[in-house]
């Protein structure tokens, strides 16, 4: 097994430098003809040709070896259940200008030598390495500027010598120095923004995690490093372009802000960053921007050439694969297919399947099954059934025999394996019963054919859900009904998947939501973890879902742990049309949720000034406490934007407010660093020598205490704690918990 693993390794690095190659060749010329994305996207190249790399190889079977191949050795496999005579099989793997021949044995499947064992360790170690350095270089960046705000839009604490960036591959967002408005006008700053949302709205941290991770699976590569270098480049003049399609007419304004933000900011190891260093060539970004936007047919020319492109290397990388021919003798030829299908060695990966372990035969038995059905070889599929193989097998990533037969839509597969026993209602981790991925194709043949076999039509698979709300979710008319005939429960909840009327929200869909409404669904049930129907189409901003609720009298002030009210949800997502519709519906605009604070804290947390004002026009009080999250002015402190904190304290917030748990505005502002916002709340009476309990302590059994100076000593603010010092703070009298 792990020699076979590091021969796909091999395979998959030769296939990947081999695109590597062709991009680098190809990418100036797509610059010059179809511009800067085409070029970008050229680079898709490189993961489909390691994909195709790794994909299995041609797979042919045939009755007999040609006669010139009939000197190869020839072993005698014995037979899974049957007790016919063994059969003579051999394998062969045809190279280009020869025919290899190799018996098919225990032996041949033996653990692997010394040289490839530890090469596949080297190898490991590297790409550990490689990811490591990248992941400390990262942590080491964001702790020493302080960037742990759980905002929209990160500000630093401390210093003022990062971004702009986009920062986080699984929730991007965009970090900002300190003095942004002071650094650049208005409109550059819109610029910039712009470009870092472009990088947003494209998905490119997510690019750039798939681009690390092949950079790091191939640390040995020095093309590997060269094409990450030029790929980066690519990214940032494909935002460039695609931001000039907004913004055209600021070309000359565009350049001189990449200019003038060269000697001004930090770059983060992972990060997109408006700013350039030696992989973004400036000089390249600033001549690009001369050039003026593409022709759509000649957009379109790109595309079309590009999707030829990566169709052809992906092709050309599998059709380099050798193709695998199994030889059968013998007149028992389904009894031997099994069996060359079935082959396991000792040491083979089960799948992480239980039985699979205890008996490894049996569960390369069922994997060869599953492969057979994958690949609608019904004959293959027939003989391993008629030899005994385990109908209810379960392969870890792909399912049950059953499953997979209903996922690819083989009918008269599934009509075979219920017929042999297989358990209709068998959940497969990540794909769930048969019945439910029956609804998630939207094929109602299919969920008949399991209904009538027996098939649980409320059957739950932990993290899959049930069919009902997969019908939902995928928008199937035809089969919601269809399942709510068969007795579906309309409110069954599914945790992380909440219930089918919330999945039919999310998806938009006021057909599936009044037919699920009419069955009984309830507007008002909390689906842990998922919210409310109101939270959802608050949450997704979906106004004719939120008007047909609010109309049938759904409550405005249901409040879902974990989301909080509608309105604080539409708060938190800056939907100011969200918000007035839920005011004007009679919305609390002080409404707490216990964990998730009130509609003006989240919208101080998120830095939103346009969302604050109508909160605060609207009659919000400012002073609310939401324990764990403090109130807005304490929000204000801890995120550090000093023009929201002056605006709070304009409509009368208190600067010495105190909520058990998150202190004052002046100890949050010196917990988080922020100097500037210390020094305007003591000029607006903050007390530097406030002593407030910070809550019980479950260890020790003592009340514990902070105050100003001891949280800035605490997190080593020494700028602060010597300003505390100047206004008269007295040390503490013992160091301060965090």
């Known amino acids: 097994m792990t020699s076979d693993f590091f021969d796909l390794m091999v395979q998959a690095a030769i296939g990947t430098s081999a695109a590597m190659l062709l991009v680098l060749v190809l990418r100036r010329r797509a610059h010059a003809a179809f511009g800067a994305r085409t070029a970008y996207a050229l680079w898709l190249i490189v993961p489909i040709a390691m994909i195709a790399s790794l994909l299995p190889a041609d797979f042919v079977v045939t009755d007999s070896a040609p006669k010139a191949e009939r000197r190869a050795p020839v072993v005698e496999v014995p037979a899974l259940t049957d007790n016919d005579a063994p059969a003579p099989l051999t394998e062969t793997r045809p190279k280009t200008g020869t025919t290899a021949q190799k018996a ?221 021919v199994i030889y059968i003798e013998g007149d028992n030829t389904a009894g031997r297919l099994a069996q060359a299908d079935s082959f396991i060695s000792p040491d083979m990966d089960t799948g992480g399947d239980s039985t699979a372990q205890q008996d490894p035969l049996k569960a390369a038995q069922g994997a060869a099954l599953v492969d057979a059905i994958m690949e609608r070889r019904r004959d293959h599929a027939r003989a391993f059934l008629k030899a005994g193989v385990d109908v209810n097998y379960h392969r870890k990533g792909d399912g049950t025999p059953l499953s997979v037969a209903v996922l690819v839509r083989d009918r008269e597969m599934v009509d075979m394996l219920i017929k042999a026993g297989a358990d209709v209602n068998k959940p497969a981790l990540g794909d769930g019963t048969p019945l439910l991925v029956a609804a998630r194709n939207r094929d109602a043949a299919m969920v008949a054919t399991l209904l009538e076999a027996g098939a649980d039509v409320n059957g739950y698979s932990p993290g899959d859900g049930t069919a009902l709300i997969a019908a939902a979710r995928s928008g199937d008319k035809a089969v919601v009904e269809q399942l709510l005939k068969a007795g579906a429960k309309v409110n069954q909840v599914a945790p992380g998947d909440g219930t089918a009327l919330l999945a039919a929200i999310e998806r938009d869909d006021p057909a599936i939501m009044e037919m699920l409404m009419a069955a009984g669904a309830d507007l008002n049930m909390v689906a842990p973890g998922d919210g409310t129907a109101l939270t959802m189409a608050a949450q997704m901003s979906h106004d004719r879902v939120l008007d047909r609720l609010i109309k049938l009298g759904a409550d405005v002030n249901k409040a879902a742990p974990g989301d909080g009210t509608p309105l604080l949800v539409a708060a938190r997502n800056g939907d100011t049309a969200i918000v007035k519709k839920l005011l004007a519906a009679g919305a609390d605009i002080d409404g707490y949720s216990p964990g998730d604070g009130t509609a003006l804290i989240a919208a101080v947390q998120a830095s939103d000034q346009a969302m604050i004002e109508l909160l605060l026009e609207a009659g919000a009080d400012v002073n609310k406490a939401a324990p764990g999250d403090g109130n807005a002015l304490i929000m204000a402190a801890a995120v550090g934007d000093l023009a929201i904190v002056k605006r709070l304290m304009d409509a009368g917030a208190d600067v010495n407010g105190f909520v058990l748990g998150d202190e004052t505005p002046l100890i949050t502002a010196s917990r988080a660093g922020h100097l500037e916002v210390v020094e305007y709340l003591i000029s607006k009476g903050a007390n530097v020598n406030a002593r407030v309990p910070a809550g019980q302590d479950w260890q020790r059994r003592s009340e514990r205490y902070r105050s100003p100076l001891g949280q800035a000593l605490r997190y080593e603010h020494n700028d602060i704690a010597d300003y505390l010092r100047e206004k008269g703070a007295t040390e503490p009298k013992e160091p301060e918990d965090r």
Not at 234 to 246: F, P, T
Request: charged letters at 20%; aromatic letters at 8%; proline letters at 4%.
């Open 104 to 324: 098919l044995t225990r032996t041949n499947a033996a653990a692997p030598t010394v040289p490839d064992g530890w090469l596949m360790v080297l190898w490991l170690a590297g790409t550990c390495a490689s990811l490591g350095a990248l992941a400390y270089g990262q942590r080491r960046f964001m702790r020493r500027h302080g960037l742990r705000a759980r905002t929209n839009t990160l500000r630093v604490s401390r210093h003022a010598d990062v971004g702009p960036a986009v920062l986080g591959f699984m929730t991007p967002r965009i970090v900002v120095p300190t003095d942004f408005r002071d650094a650049y006008n208005r409109l550059e700053r819109r610029l910039i923004l712009a470009h870092e949302q472009a990088h947003i709205r494209a998905g490119d941290m997510q690019t750039n995690a798939l681009a690390i991770a092949i950079r790091s699976l191939n640390w040995f590569n020095p093309l590997a490093y060269i094409a990450y270098g030029l790929f980066r480049a690519d990214q940032e003049m494909a935002c460039d372009e695609r931001v000039m399609r907004r913004f055209g007419q600021h070309r000359r304004l565009y350049a001189e802000t990449l200019l003038k933000s060269q000697l001004m900011g930090e770059r983060a190891p992972l990060g997109c960053s408006w700013f350039g260093d030696t992989r973004h060539p400036l000089k390249d970004r600033v001549a690009k921007l001369a050039r003026r936007e593409l022709s759509p047919a000649r957009r379109m020319l790109g595309v079309t050439l590009l999707l030829g492109a990566t169709s052809l290397s992906g092709m050309a990388a599998w059709a380099t694969l050798a193709t695998q």
